[in-house]
Nanobody
Framework: QVQVVESGGGSVQPGGSLRLSCAASGRRFSMYSMLWYRQAPGKEREFVAG????????YADSVSGRFTISRDSAKNAVIHLQMNNLKLEDTAVYYC??????????WGQGTQVTVSQ
């Protein structure tokens, strides 16, 4: 079984920053890619950012230029999401998805990010 654990959520004011982390562990996990999604109240879960084993990154238009996804240089299957210039509309539960192939994957329980005045 693979466990996926997110951390780093919290509350900030608009314009602030937060750094989320996600670690996949358990049986031997062979990373294909790891991704961040988010779900705001009353809305569907949406893609935020992703990174492949080879380091290729992708971002939703809404966060491009403000968020940066990266792999931990020292730890296998650990990624980070640096979120700068946070906006009210970034408020959501952020979920990590760890994949061993192109589809599916394992989900974490989520971490709350709240941006408010």
């Amino acid at each position: 079984q693979v466990q996926v654990v997110e951390s780093g959520g919290g509350s900030v004011q608009p314009g602030g920053s937060l750094r989320l982390s996600c670690a996949a562990s358990g049986r031997r996990f062979s990373m294909y890619s790891m991704l961040w999604y988010r779900q705001a109240p009353g809305k569907e879960r949406e893609f935020v950012a992703g990174i492949t084993l080879g380091g290729q990154t992708s971002y939703a238009d809404s966060v491009s230029g403000r968020f940066t996804i990266s792999r931990d240089s020292a730890k296998n299957a650990v990624i980070h999401l640096q979120m700068n210039n946070l906006k009210l509309e970034d408020t959501a539960v952020y979920y990590c998805n760890a994949r061993e192939n192109k589809y599916g994957g394992y989900w974490g329980q989520g971490t709350q990010v709240t941006v408010s005045q």
